[in-house]
Every structure is written in C-alpha cells, then in structure tokens.
C-alpha cells in the first residue's frame, strides 16, 4: 500500500513538475503511437506550462489537421508562426492547410517562407510545385518539381508530377522517363505505372503501353483493368 502511494506521489510531483518542453515530447510520443486524444491532452499541460510554445501549437495543428478539421488547424498554425515566424513546419503546414481548402493563391506565400527558412528541403519545393500548377502556372511547377529532385532525387511524387505537367505539353517522352522514374523509385506506385501506360499509347508504343497497364493492374489501380481489356486483349 505504501508503495501504491509513492509511486502516484512521484507520479503527481513529476506532472507538476515537468516542463513545457518535456510535455510536448510526451505528446510527440504519444501522437506517434497513434493515440491522437492522449496527445492533445499533453499538448494542453504543455502550453499550460509554456503558453509561448509554437511548437506545440503547431502539433496540434498536425493533429487537427489528420482529423480533417482544417479551420482549428489553420487557427494553431498561424499562433505558432505568430510566437515563431522562422518555424519551416507550422510555415509549410499552413500552406498545405489552405490547399486543403482550396485556397490555392493564399497558400504560396506561407511555402515561399518555408523555402526561405530550409532552402535545402524538397518538400517546400514539392508543395508549392503543386500550388504553381494548381495556379496554371506550368513552367514555374516544373521548375520546382525539378528543384524538389535535386534535393531529394528519390522524390517520386515530384518526378510523377512533372511527368503529368509533360504530357499536358505533349512531351511524351520526356513524361515517359519521369513516371518511369517514379514507378522505379517506387514499384508499387499504381498511378506512375498507369500514366506510363497513357504516355507509351501516346508515343505509339502500344507493346510497352500494355505491360505498363497489367503492372497497374495487379496494384489494383483504378482503370487499369478496362485498359488491359482494351489494349491487350485484342
């Protein structure tokens, strides 16, 4: 019984006693397992501690925002770039945010901070190359899909982009070498198969057009099937 009761003393004297700092990394942790209730309550012991926190203002924004509730998520971004302005997540996060609200034309400036405080990610790069052709502005997505490469050269979703950007030019291959790129990065990735399959009908290569819609096929990308019936059943 003594022992029951010491250990809830020490159990209590370590809550009130913990730091600010030191709940957030609870809460990383408990995020991290899955167990997103349990870390917004030690991301709230956290501020408790140390209301100027940004970054745990912006895990609760991560946390908001993988339980689709974009406003709140939004609202904890902005407080954390409010107490820290040169923090590249909450920055790259309140733009990825407003894309998922479809507010494309605000979401570039908060990117555009996030590359000029870690020029060296990809991820910026990628994010506002997805912004820039959302925007109809193909040029500048491929510019930066292409900047996304070279700082990450296995950034599939930058290869598999551009290639989409390339064959809306009808530069086939060229879009050709970028899916295949992103399906050898990555062979399970249904979608760069299948878009390699629509560039090799394109380019007249209907051999290798079909092996690329069957690879598709058994990663159970949609249409895939209808395309192999189509194509190479004949």
């Not at 709230?44 to 908001?64: D, F, H, M, S, T």
């Not at 509730?69 to 609202?75: G, L, R, V």
């Not at 193909?138 to 989409?164: H, L, M, Q, V, W």
Request: include cysteine; hydrophobic fraction near 40%; glycine fraction near 6%.
């Amino acid at each position: 019984m003594k022992k029951s009761i010491l250990f809830l003393s020490l159990v209590f004297m370590w809550a009130c006693s913990t730091s600010g700092e030191a709940w957030l990394e609870e809460a990383k942790t408990r995020f991290g397992k899955g167990e997103s209730v349990s870390a917004k309550e030690a991301l709230e012991k956290a501020l408790e501690k140390n209301p100027g926190l940004a970054e745990a203002y912006n895990l609760r924004g991560v946390i908001l925002f993988q339980e689709k509730n974009y406003p709140e998520a939004e609202a904890a971004y902005r407080k954390a770039i409010e107490l820290k302005p040169s923090l590249y997540t909450a920055q790259l996060n309140l733009g990825a945010v407003l894309m998922e609200q479809g507010v494309w034309d605000k979401s570039i400036a908060p990117t555009n901070r996030a590359i000029a405080a870690q020029p060296d990610s990809a991820a910026g790069y990628l994010q506002r190359g997805i912004i820039q052709a959302a925007l109809a502005k193909p040029a500048e997505a491929k510019n930066d899909f292409t900047e996304a490469i070279k700082r990450s050269p296995k950034e599939i979703n930058a290869y598999y982009n551009r290639g989409n950007i390339l064959f809306q030019e009808e530069n086939y291959p060229a879009a050709i070498a970028d899916f295949a790129k992103a399906a050898e990065i990555n062979p399970n990735f249904g979608k760069a198969y299948y878009a390699l399959g629509l560039s090799y009908i394109k380019s007249d290569q209907n051999d290798k057009a079909c092996l690329a819609f069957q690879q598709a096929q058994k990663l159970n990308y949609p249409g895939a099937a209808e395309a192999v019936k189509n194509l190479c059943n004949r």
